[in-house]
């Protein structure tokens, strides 16, 4: 039964920096492909970042700098390390997990909601 849960979202001023978790379980998660999204109010969901199960890396360019994909196998967890946030990052984050043994289209989380205001 695959499971895929975010955490860590919360309430943070400009400037500063939060680290979310999508945690996955019911699936080999050292083969998985493990992307980040956002959604903020009255837009489309957007693509962030992606990390493969080699470690390798990629972001949209509004992030590139201040955003860190890493994975930890052991924990069956993803990060995604959020430093000098912007009001502009606020959304509610989801990750999205893929694998050969998994459904073409993936799996979502539940996501978790990020604010970043004074």
Known sequence: QVQVVESGG??????????????G???????ATIAWYRQAPGKQR???????????TVY???????????RDNAMNTVYLQ??????EDT???YCNVQSRTLRP???WGQGTQVTVSS
């Open 60 to 70: 949209t360019d509004s992030v590139k700098g201040r955003f860190t994909i890493s």
């Open 82 to 87: 959020m430093d000098n946030l912007k009001p």
């Open 105 to 107: 289209d993936g799996y």
């Open 46 to 56: 957007a693509w962030v970042g992606r990390i493969k199960d080699d470690g390798w």
């Open 91 to 93: 959304a509610v984050y």
């Open 25 to 31: 379980s019911g699936f080999t998660f050292s083969l």
């Open 10 to 23: 919360g309430l943070v001023q400009p400037g500063g920096s939060l680290r979310l978790s999508c945690a």
